[in-house]
Structures are given as structure tokens and as C-alpha cells.
């Protein structure tokens, strides 16, 4: 149960790391419709580049990376397949049968796989460099304007960074729980699939109990150092964007501006 | 036939940048009926040590084998945990049933067990605990009181007549009365079944009183396997491992430094007890 890693945070202290966490969620919508932005094949060269540099950047081993692609892998090759086969096209490549396999299609399909795998990578650097408290602070600067219009953007905030901080806190506990269980002799691997779900029950009911438990005694803990929600709350580390967080806007406007230019004639 | 482990080491997430050696080259022999303590710092791996001895965790080098039933095949393990029963820290929460009944016949079922045996087993062992079973069975597990829900959940692994019976910090959280309570259990627990007793615990005084060997862990290595007479004869070596002395040995330590010729080697209350009224009179 260990290896789930949510959030999936590399912890260490490069110029990414160290970019503010609203730079880089702004920047990571950027890149998205960058990545959409893009047209012709060869045009995913600058993306590609552009994580590549982030990725050198930021310190984090290439197989982190791709390893954020791993849960796509089916989507990846059930989207292929399909533009594969239902594009229409006019140069037969190859024929099997009554199935044909045109030049079209197969662009089609590399280029939307393509867009996908840039799309998971690139995003996937954000959560790679960022902890998930600095990535709840940046949210809650950002969604802050939206408060005038009643959006509870403290709240919510505050409502991931504990549900991000009991995450390890319940899973530790839901593996102690199914050794206790497994020492009284139950059994979570044989049976059918109702048998196995209903093996579970000795694991979640204890689980719940405890997670009751733990925010009935948080929100006493709260109240009694007075917490009163977000009105007049300051933060120990301010946020404040520096040199770096305008050189990276810059460098992906310019490689947003290049993708237009690069495109204009067609 | 014993439990046996030759060798064990155990590393926490090998070769990530978590890596933790946990164990270290571990050799210790529970054997068939004895009282066997494990003191240690905290992080010592003592919890780790212990939940090896029924295969919930297995060795990354090493071999466990329970009453020679070796631990690294899956039917054995599986075979071993009806023979050996671990109660975990605070095992209040693992309750889960509606009953106390249901609760505490969960492991004998799933051992397989006959249905009229269970129901000898659940009244038998609540009532080894201290809870009456007419008055108990029928009662929700969560309506309990602390100290009952404890008990409750040790009735669970009592029901399944484990021949080894390991406790990873049996009295954590409990008052005075309540880790006597406890200590009084196993004792009788011991005296009626025969079973072998593993137990972790913080509380020298207890580990003095019950144990016939202790086993003393740190950072993952076996520091001591011996008699308590021997483990607490030499204070220095467990007060540099952060560890505490039971009061008995704490006073006559004190006592020989003010000059009073007691013998070393005393651990227990009546022994201190006897030698002072002895040397008094």
C-alpha cells in the first residue's frame, strides 16, 4: 500500500521547485491550451522540448515522468486503435482483411496520442515539483477574487490540505487494520468478487470508525487554538512571485507566440 | 516445537530514497510455552520483529519457520496464524462486528471452526477477559467502555486457542489498574492454555514480573536475548539505550551507590521487598 503515490510530490529544491505555486498552476493552463493550440505533427516538438527542459530543470529522474503515463497506458492504446481504424482516409498503407489502414488515419492516431502523452506528461511536471500544501496554497490565492462572489475558496482550501495531510495518515491505519485482520485469520484474496467486497467490511468499518474519530477530535483541535475560518488569517510563508516565475511566463508565452507564428501560413 | 527465526533481516522500501533497514540480521527462538519480553527503543523495530513471527511480514533475507512450518510459503503462513495469535497496539480498533459475540467469533471462523465449538470458545474466552458473557454477547462492540473494548478485542485472538500468543504493547493508554488487569489476564491466559507469550512493552515493571526471558532491540539489532536476572544486571547498558529500569532494580542500584551491600541482579518487588525486611531486621 505504500507505493500509491498521491500527488506524487518529488521533493526537492531546484529553480521548479522553488517557482511559485500560482505561476505554476497558471502556467500548467497555459501548456494545456498550448498543447491544443497545436496542429501540425511536428509542431509537438516544441512541447516535448519544453518538458524535456523542465524535466532537466526541475532534477527529476526521467522514469518519474513517464511513470505519471503509466495508468494512461490502456486509454493510450484504445485511443490509437481507434483513430487507427475509424479515420477516413484516401492512402490505403496497409490492408488486413477489410480493414484498411490509411496514411490519414495513422497521423491521426500518432497525433492524438501525440496531444495525450504531452498532456499527461507536461501537467504531471507540476504535481512531480510541487507539495501538496504549497499546490493548496496557490489555489486558494487564485480562487481568492471568487470569494467576493460567495465561492468559499478558503474553505475548500482548507478542505484539501487536510484531506491531502490524513491521506498517509488513513492508509497507514487501513494497512494496520487488514494485518490485525489477517492475524484473526481473514482472508481478502479467495472468492468471488461479493465474497472478496464482503471480506472488505472487517477493514472499512474499523477504518471509518477511526476517520470519525480523528476529525471529530481535529475539528476540537481546531476550535480550541481558535480557529474561525479564513477571515484575517495570515500565512507563515507569503507567496510572492520573483524574477524566475516571470522568466518562466515568458519562456512558454514565446513558445505559445512561436506555435501561432509557426502555424499563421496554413 | 518452537518458533524459529534464523537470520531475519527486513529493509523498509528497498532501494528508493526511503530506504530503512528495519532488521538486521536477527537470531531468536521463542520457545513452546515461555514468556518471552521485547524491549526497545522507539523505531527499533520491535513491532516489526514481532509481526514477522506470524508472516504478516516476511523477511527480506533470513527464515522463519513456526513450529517448522516455514513462514516464506503461502499455506503456511496461513496454517501458522492459527497458531499464532498477535494482538496488536490498541486493538480496540479493529472491532467491527455488531456484536460482541460476532466480534469475537470472527477468528475462530475463520479458522474454520464448528459452529457449537464456537460458541464454547466465544463464552470461554470472555469470560477469561472479564466480561460476562450474558452480559456481553448481545451488546455493539462501539457501546463499550475503553478498558471493555480492549478486552473485547483480546477476547478475538484469545477465542482462536493460539499455542503462541504475541502482544505488541498490550497496556499502551491503560490506568494502573487496567495494565494489572491485563498483566493478572495473561497470567492466568498462561497458567490455563500453556501458550507462549511474546510481548512488547514500554513497562519494565511488567516485563520484570512476567517475563522468562527478555529480548532486547536496537536500531534493528539484537542487543540481548536472556534472562531478566542478566538483562537488568547491567543498567548502564539499557539506560545508554534509552531504556528504563524496572523500580526494584532502580533502587537497589541506588542503594549499593549509598553503600548497602545489596546483591545484584535484582529486578522484582517481592525479591527487594524480602532482601530489605531481611537486611532491616
Known amino acids: ?266 | 516445537m518452537p518458533i524459529i527465526l534464523e537470520n531475519i533481516s527486513y529493509t523498509y522500501m528497498p532501494k528508493s530514497h526511503m530506504e530503512q533497514v528495519a532488521l538486521s540480521n536477527i537470531s531468536l527462538t521463542v520457545n513452546e510455552g515461555e514468556f518471552l519480553g521485547i524491549i526497545g527503543h522507539t523505531g527499533s523495530g520491535k513491532s516489526t520483529l514481532l509481526q514477522h513471527m506470524n508472516g504478516l511480514m516476511q523477511p527480506s533475507s533470513g527464515r522463519v519457520t513456526v513450529d517448522g512450518l516455514d513462514l516464506s510459503l503461502r499455506k503456511a503462513r496461513i496454517e501458522a496464524r492459527s497458531r499464532v495469535g498477535l494482538v496488536f497496539q490498541y486493538p480496540e480498533y479493529q472491532l467491527f462486528e455488531e456484536t460482541v459475540y460476532k466480534d469475537v467469533a470472527f477468528g475462530p471462523r475463520n479458522l474454520g471452526v464448528a459452529e457449537s465449538e464456537i460458541q464454547e470458545r466465544v463464552e470461554e474466552a470472555l469470560t477469561l477477559v472479564g466480561l460476562a458473557p450474558e452480559l456481553f454477547v448481545e451488546k455493539s462492540p462501539f457501546d463499550l467502555s475503553g478498558g471493555e473494548k480492549r478486552r473485547a478485542a483480546l477476547a478475538g485472538i484469545f477465542a482462536m486457542r493460539p499455542s503462541y500468543l504475541l502482544l505488541d504493547e498490550p497496556m499502551a493508554g491503560l490506568d494502573p489498574s487496567g495494565r494489572r488487569a491485563v498483566i493478572a489476564l495473561l497470567q492466568t491466559l498462561r497458567a490455563k492454555t500453556g501458550c507462549a507469550i511474546v510481548m512488547i512493552s514500554h513497562f519494565m515493571d511488567d516485563i520484570a514480573k512476567c517475563a522468562d526471558r527478555i529480548a532486547v532491540l536496537r536500531k534493528g539489532t539484537l542487543e540481548m536475548a536472556d534472562t531478566p536476572e542478566r538483562v537488568f544486571s547491567n543498567p548502564e547498558a539499557l539506560l545508554k539505550m534509552g531504556l528504563d529500569l524496572p523500580q526494584a532494580a532502580k533502587l537497589s542500584l541506588e542503594l549499593q551507590k549509598r553503600g548497602m551491600p545489596v546483591p545484584n541482579g535484582i529486578y522484582k518487588e517481592e525479591d527487594i521487598k524480602r532482601y530489605l525486611v531481611e537486611a532491616l531486621s
Request: charged share 15%; with cysteine.
Open chain 1, 1 to 266: 500500500m505504500t507505493n500509491i503515490t498521491l500527488g506524487q510530490y518529488f521533493p526537492g529544491n531546484s529553480s521548479i521547485h522553488r517557482l511559485d505555486p500560482r505561476t505554476k498552476i497558471l502556467l500548467m493552463l497555459l501548456y494545456i491550451v498550448l498543447v491544443f493550440l497545436v496542429r501540425d505533427l511536428w509542431l509537438f516538438l516544441l512541447p516535448l522540448a519544453f518538458v524535456g527542459f523542465v524535466t532537466l530543470l526541475a532534477q527529476i529522474p526521467l522514469l518519474y515522468v513517464l511513470r505519471s503515463l503509466k495508468p494512461l497506458q490502456f486509454l493510450l492504446i484504445f485511443m490509437f486503435i481507434i483513430n487507427l481504424f475509424l479515420t477516413a482516409g484516401e492512402t490505403v498503407l496497409i490492408t488486413i482483411w477489410r480493414i484498411r489502414i490509411t496514411k490519414e488515419a495513422l497521423e491521426q492516431a500518432v497525433f492524438i496520442s501525440s496531444r495525450l502523452v504531452l498532456l499527461v506528461g507536461g501537467t504531471s511536471l507540476m504535481t512531480l515539483t510541487t507539495s501538496p500544501i504549497s499546490l493548496t496554497a496557490g489555489l486558494e490565492l487564485l480562487l481568492k477574487p471568487f470569494s467576493k462572489l460567495g465561492f468559499p475558496s478558503h474553505e475548500l482550501a482548507m478542505m484539501m490540505t487536510i484531506a491531502l495531510r490524513f491521506i498517509p495518515t488513513l492508509m497507514e491505519e487501513a494497512d494496520k487494520i487488514k494485518k490485525a485482520q489477517l492475524a484473526r485469520g481473514a482472508d481478502f484474496e479467495s472468492g468471488n468478487l461479493i465474497a472478496r467486497a464482503k471480506s472488505m467490511i472487517p477493514i472499512l468499518v474499523p477504518l471509518f470508525v477511526s476517520a470519525f474519530r480523528r476529525a471529530d477530535e481535529l475539528a476540537m483541535a481546531m476550535e480550541s487554538r481558535c480557529y474561525h475560518g479564513g477571515e484575517g488569517r495570515t500565512r507563515m510563508n507569503v507567496l510572492r512571485f520573483k524574477p524566475a516565475d516571470a522568466a518562466a511566463a515568458a519562456l512558454l508565452c514565446s513558445l505559445g507566440l512561436a506555435i501561432v507564428l509557426l502555424q499563421a501560413g496554413h
